[in-house]
Nanobody, 124 residues
């Protein structure tokens, strides 16, 4: 059974940092590109960051470039999202997702497996 479990969310003041983790089980993470998405209340889910199979390539949504960093540890089946200089507009539920096929890494519909999400709230 494939499971993606996010952790590390919480409440932080603007300008602060949080580190989200995604623990993957049930399949070999080496075979998947991994991504983080987020969904704010009343808004569609949006791409945040994605990383290729080995971690050598990563890409980010425009709103988080230069502030967020995605990393992966295949040996531990973990994918992290380091979030710095947080803003109130970063408030959302953050989801980890796995892409095992050939779709575009920034495309929500390309992903096969999703976690339940973790809430991040940034106060002003």
């Amino acid at each position: 059974q494939v499971q993606l479990v996010e952790s590390g969310g919480g409440l932080v003041q603007a300008g602060g940092s949080l580190r989200l983790s995604c623990e993957v089980s049930g399949f070999n993470i080496d075979h998947a590109r991994m991504g983080w998405f987020r969904q704010a209340p009343g808004k569609e889910r949006e791409f945040v960051a994605g990383v290729d199979w080995t971690g050598s390539y990563s890409t980010y949504g425009d709103s988080v470039k230069g502030r967020f960093t995605i990393t992966r540890d295949n040996a531990k089946s973990l994918v992290d999202l380091q979030m710095n200089s947080l803003k109130p507009e970063d408030t959302a539920v953050y989801y980890c997702a796995a892409l095992t096929g050939y779709g575009h890494i920034m495309s929500e519909s390309a992903y096969d497996y999703w976690g339940q999400g973790t809430q991040v709230t940034v106060s002003s």
